[in-house]
């Protein structure tokens, strides 16, 4: 596996169970050592405000709090689709503490040179 790890996620709370694989497989990557950023998408971009991520997918499902925790907790970052972001007119300010507003350049850039391994959700 690349040292690196992009988790595409276009699906918001509309899809908990969705969502919530996305930040097990960060999180698993994390745990591994590798470095992890998750592009968030369309109504994904709701996760970037603080307390958004509050969900149980299903019966035995883990609590998204604490897997959004845990995440951010371990190093995972969060990037931010700017146009996701602006057309749902949410304000910057309140972006919780590991995001960050980045397009497709800044994904990009994020990966730099490196081998990565694409998930996408």
């Given at each position: 596996?690349?040292?690196?790890?992009l988790i595409?996620?276009?699906?918001?709370?509309?899809?908990?169970?969705?969502?919530?694989?996305?930040?097990?497989?960060?999180?698993a990557?994390?745990?591994r050592g590798?470095?992890v950023a998750i592009?968030?998408?369309?109504?994904a971009?709701?996760l970037?405000?603080?307390?958004?991520?509050?969900a149980?997918?299903?019966?035995?499902?883990p609590?998204l709090?604490?897997?959004?925790?845990?995440?951010?907790a371990?190093g995972?970052?969060l990037?931010?689709?700017?146009i996701?972001?602006?057309?749902r007119?949410?304000?910057?300010s309140s972006?919780v503490?590991n995001a960050?507003?980045?397009?497709a350049?800044?994904?990009?850039?994020w990966i730099?040179?490196?081998?990565v391994?694409?998930?996408?959700?």
């Open positions: 596996m690349a040292d690196k790890v595409n996620l276009a699906t918001g709370l509309e899809d908990s169970e969705r969502v919530t694989v996305a930040f097990l497989v960060g999180g990557a994390l745990e590798r470095k592009w968030l998408t369309k109504e971009v709701r970037a405000l603080p307390g958004h991520a509050l149980v997918a299903c019966d035995g499902c609590p709090d604490r897997l959004f925790e845990q995440y951010a371990a995972g970052e990037l931010v689709c700017p996701c972001w602006n057309a007119k949410l304000d910057e972006l503490a960050r507003i980045a397009g350049t800044p994904m990009f850039d730099g040179d490196d081998d391994t694409v998930f996408s959700y």
